[in-house]
């Protein structure tokens, strides 16, 4: 039965693999202006599509929008999983515990208050303010957590951290321009529509650093499912491991905050989906699971937002909280089951 269940798991990563690909392909096809999957093929293959148009919106618009999710997608999947292994939490994620709220604190200040400060706000600045806030955030759940035993009271915290964070935002927002704050505002809606080209290798370097540490970890993350005790008998350095995964988990929340707003519900979904999928905790099967779940379930957000209301584009965050919210829901009434 064994040996049955562990062969069927590549099998069911080269379906999701498989799904990914034509949701990808979808994405680049639907939207406001529909257009044919074989027109859309024709032009990724380096065609000429029928209408010249058609082109110019699938290189220029939706391929950078649709690589940007899926990045995003599988950063926020990975950060999560990391999370509740790591504390032992099921519902432990970069938003849920703050983290997203820390990044975007750092992006507040640079964005908010940098005429007051006297300095310019760019990709850079932007960038390591957002893991910088995602940083300290995670330090203080690392702290916390082992501190407190109890995952409610953990989760409690995070809240509190997140609460903070934003009342220090809204503080800030007192502080900028009308035109500032409204940027601000939208940005907090989260998009993956913002990340041009000359923007994307940045992002997808960050994310792929981040990812490799991830893989780093996997070994030892998964002896920490017997426990710390049992773990750090068997040899795991844990003070390593919760720098590893403080460093690995910031980077990719303060990534993607950076580059598409604080998304909610990703981290702390995709994770769950997967085990239930893949039948099992162990995280060399989870890592690449929830990498590929984690980009389809942010095509499918983003596709959601587009094509639900024809007159206009919904905001991401109200999306992955619709798909989120029944997830999250499952977990709590199943918290006792274990995988």
């Not at 039948?279 to 639900?308: F, I, N």
């Amino acid at each position: 039965m064994k040996w049955s269940k562990s062969l069927s798991r590549p099998l069911l990563l080269s379906s999701l693999a498989g799904g990914l690909l034509l949701l990808f392909t979808l994405s680049l096809a639907l939207g406001t202006v529909p257009i044919p999957l074989s027109e859309v093929i024709t032009t990724l293959l380096g065609g000429t599509p029928t209408k010249p148009g058609w082109g110019n919106i699938i290189w220029q618009f939706r391929l950078p929008r649709s690589l940007t999710a899926m990045l995003a997608g599988s950063a926020l999947a990975v950060s999560g999983l990391q999370l509740q292994t790591l504390f032992n939490n099921p519902l432990a994620g970069p938003f849920v515990l703050g983290i997203s709220s820390g990044a975007s604190l750092g992006v507040a200040i640079v964005v908010l208050a940098s005429q007051q400060l006297g300095f310019l706000s760019g990709d850079i600045s932007i960038i390591t303010a957002a893991c910088l806030g995602a940083a300290s955030v995670a330090a203080l759940v690392i702290v916390v957590g082992k501190l407190v035993r109890s995952a409610i009271a953990l989760l409690v915290l995070g809240l509190m951290f997140g609460y903070a964070t934003g009342a220090m935002v809204n503080i800030l927002l007192q502080l900028g321009s009308a035109q500032q704050v409204q940027q601000f505002v939208i940005w907090t809606f989260g998009s993956f529509g913002g990340v041009t080209w000359a923007q994307l290798p940045l992002m997808a370097s960050g994310i792929i650093l981040g990812s490799a540490i991830a893989l780093i970890t996997t070994a030892a993350l998964n002896v920490m499912l017997l426990g710390e005790m049992q773990a750090q008998s068997l040899g795991v350095n844990l003070q390593r491991l919760r720098l590893l995964v403080l460093l690995s988990s910031s980077l990719l929340a303060g990534i993607v905050t950076a580059f598409c707003g604080p998304i909610a519900f990703l981290g702390v979904a995709v994770p769950h989906l997967c085990r239930g999928v893949l039948k099992t905790g162990d995280l060399r099967w989870l890592l690449p699971g929830v990498v590929m779940v984690g980009a389809g379930l942010a095509l499918v957000a983003d596709l959601l937002s587009q094509v639900l209301v024809r007159s206009a584009v919904l905001p991401l965050n109200s999306v992955t909280a619709l798909i989120g919210t029944p997830i999250l829901i499952w977990v709590v009434l199943r918290s006792r089951a274990t995988y």
